[in-house]
């Protein structure tokens, strides 16, 4: 089985600190199957569950600004952008940070954005994948796309 690195990250420290704690309310789980709950989430007091110190392991946690700060430079084979950036910032923001974001996955790699989420036109080389909110990403870096951008 490959290995698996997962990073977390957040603009926000208090979020993201609720995220490390990994504590939800029993209703956040509702939908969860009873077996899936029972394996990978523990009692954390009345109405609450924590997620199992296995799943936990080997997370890169991390307060990150997608807005101001480029990623990593790291290839990402999927990334979960869902209700953040498409969301709640102005489209000159959207449009200086999700460059940078996308050429960070590699030939092939998934987008997953939130369902009531549009990615904008200027970005090429999306193809829906299997449901509305979750692309994949068929070229390579996005580059060229700026650059036709730039010329139109």
Same mark, same amino acid.
């Given at each position: 089985?490959?290995? !698996?690195?997962?990073?977390?990250? $957040? @603009?926000?420290?208090? =979020? ?12 956040? &789980? ?24 296995? %799943? ?9 600004? !997608?807005? #101001? ?5 790291? @290839? ?8 953040? !950036?498409?969301? =709640? =910032?102005? $489209?000159?923001?959207?449009? #200086? ?7 960070? %996955?590699?030939?092939? *790699?998934?987008?997953?954005? *939130?369902?009531?989420?549009? &990615?904008?036109?200027? &970005?090429? *080389? ?5 449901? @509305?909110?979750? %692309? =994949? ?14 010329? *139109?």
């Amino acid at each position: 089985m490959p290995s !698996l690195e997962i990073w977390a990250t $957040d @603009v926000n420290s208090d =979020y993201l600190e609720r995220a490390i704690e990994g504590i939800y309310p029993a209703r956040a &789980l509702a939908r969860v199957p009873i077996e899936t709950r029972a394996r990978f989430f523990q009692p954390a007091g009345r109405a609450s569950f924590r997620v199992a110190d296995e %799943l936990r392991e080997g997370i890169r946690w991390q307060v990150h600004d !997608l807005t #101001a700060d480029v990623p990593p430079a790291q @290839v990402f084979h999927i990334v979960f952008l869902r209700n953040n !950036l498409l969301t =709640y =910032y102005r $489209d000159v923001i959207v449009e #200086a940070a999700l460059p940078a974001i996308v050429d960070s %996955l590699a030939p092939g *790699g998934i987008l997953v954005i *939130g369902q009531k989420e549009r &990615l904008p036109d200027f &970005l090429k *080389g999306f193809h829906p994948h299997r449901s @509305v909110f979750c %692309l =994949y990403r068929k070229h390579g870096p996005m580059g060229s796309a700026r650059s036709e951008r730039r010329k *139109g």
